[in-house]
């Protein structure tokens, strides 16, 4: 199976292996491997519902095109999320540098103004 279609939960739950859960769904396991994935889905209420709605598949075959379609849209979706957020952040600093030299500016024009009245008198 090509390494790219199981990464159905990529950066995710690390008690789920995304092999397993392939290996169960087209009944690759053995009677021991097949009871440790039952008991990770009793443990594991994501895992059950990930399993109970990947078995609504009628054709397995189609399932690893639908998997890798859905990973294309998901690192899509994200990266697009990172781009905003990143070009919000390069919005915000110039302000901040901004408002930083604004002081700094009425700062140096206070001590001129008070230096230059004490001064006078």
């Not at 990464?7 to 392939?22: F, R, T």
């Not at 990973?71 to 979706?77: D, H, I, P, R």
């Not at 905003?84 to 901004?98: C, G, I, N, S």
């Not at 930083?100 to 103004?113: E, P, T």
Request: with cysteine; charged share 30%; aromatic share 8%.
């Amino acid at each position: 199976m090509n390494k790219d279609l199981l990464n159905i939960l990529s950066n995710s739950n690390k008690d789920i292996d995304n092999q397993l859960l392939m290996d169960y769904l087209n009944g690759k396991l053995s009677g021991e491997e097949k009871q440790a994935v039952e008991q990770l889905m009793a443990d594991n209420d994501f895992m059950n519902d990930a399993l109970e709605g990947l078995q609504h598949f009628d054709n397995k075959k189609d399932l690893d095109s639908y998997v890798g379609q859905l990973n294309a849209t998901l690192q899509k979706n994200l990266q697009k999320k990172k781009l905003r957020r990143e070009k919000r952040r390069l919005k915000e600093y110039p302000w901040t540098y901004l408002a930083i030299l604004l002081i700094l500016a009425l700062c140096v024009a206070a001590y001129f103004i008070i230096s230059k009245a004490v001064h006078f008198r």
